[in-house]
């Protein structure tokens, strides 16, 4: 790490890979990050998932984009600097990073160990640090973070495919957990096999639970039986298929990118069955009430999880042998991946590879 100043004023030069406009396409992006604070860890960042949220970002989907956008928020790296009063890391601790890099530390959600829901969150990637400053995420050489947001990664744990972990994996755990749809025996759907559904059936399955996966891709059938073990696969365009389903289920997590109908998600749920929403279209989705009436059913939401969920499900993966499925590529791929990342052509996660950040001179 350089001790001179650089580009936007902050000592360490970084380097990474950056979306200028809501084209969809990244470029080479140089920039600089702050120096370690005394409660810091600086990073070198080794893997970085792509998230259909940054796809989001990229596209300035949500409205919320202030270019340039440096994507990533599922960062696993190993640590090579630590700030005087950090406790929980020494230099040479593999790590990760996820959706948050801040929060108020004094509201009640951060009081709960809920930093998620803190009003005050700061993304990682595309927020503003309490500076004014703008986030840059993990599709970069180098990561600076409070170590409240870092998270240890096990020794076991495979830092490629356990990158995903860091948003795939806490966003389904942490609803599982929190709706009660984590006792063995239970029978819970999943919707849309991408990178959330299929770590989701995986976390599931490690809960002793019943898993269906609901997918508008019927090629993706066999692979979800034979491989990651589902119990049964559902097409959602089919309506003999969803009819014979209707009423079986306790919950439903819902990793659906985009517009939907939730009308027959609603129709598969048992009585007080519950159906959550983590997946994030642009738009508002179409809710009916009275198939909520009459079943007193239940639909929530969930983001990510608070750093203390986050720790314990790594933890619970590593010990389960948890890990996502990953097409590890080169950085300068990564817009090829964009591309089918939006068509749902993944299986079921792609990973920048470190070797190729360097920027062309
Ligand atoms: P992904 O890998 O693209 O998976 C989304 C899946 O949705 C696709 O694989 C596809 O599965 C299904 N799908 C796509 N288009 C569809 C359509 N028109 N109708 C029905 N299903 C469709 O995305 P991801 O990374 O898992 O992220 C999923 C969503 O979760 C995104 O909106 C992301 O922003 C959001 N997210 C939220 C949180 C949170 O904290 N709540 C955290 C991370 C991500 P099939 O081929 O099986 O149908
Ligand atoms: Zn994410
Ligand atoms: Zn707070």
Redesign the pocket.
Known sequence: MAAKSCQDGHPAEAFGWAARDHSGVLSPFKFSRRATGEKDVAIKVLFCGI???DL?MIKNEWGISSYPVVPGHEIVGQVTGVGSKVEKFKVGDKVGVG?MVGSCQSCDSCHDDLENYCPETIVTSGGKYHDGATTYGGFSDIMVADEHYVIRIPENLPLDAGAPLL??GI?VYSPLKYYGLDKPGMHVGVV??????HVAVKFAKAMGIKVTVI???PK?KQEALEHLGAHSFLV?RDPDQMQAAMGTMDGIID??????PLFPLIGLLKTQGKLVL????EKPLELPVFPLITGRKIVGG???GGIKETQEMIDFAAKNNITADVEVIPMDYVNTALER?SK?D?R?RFIQFPAQWNLPQ
Not at 192 to 197: A, R, T, V, W
Not at 255 to 260: A, E, K, Y
């Open positions: 998230c259909h949220s989001h959706y948003c795939a966003t849309g096999l991408g990178g959330l559904g997918s508008t891709s993706k959602s990793t659906v990118s985009t517009m939907h983590v997946g994030a279209p969930s983001s990510i990342l749902s993944v079921y």
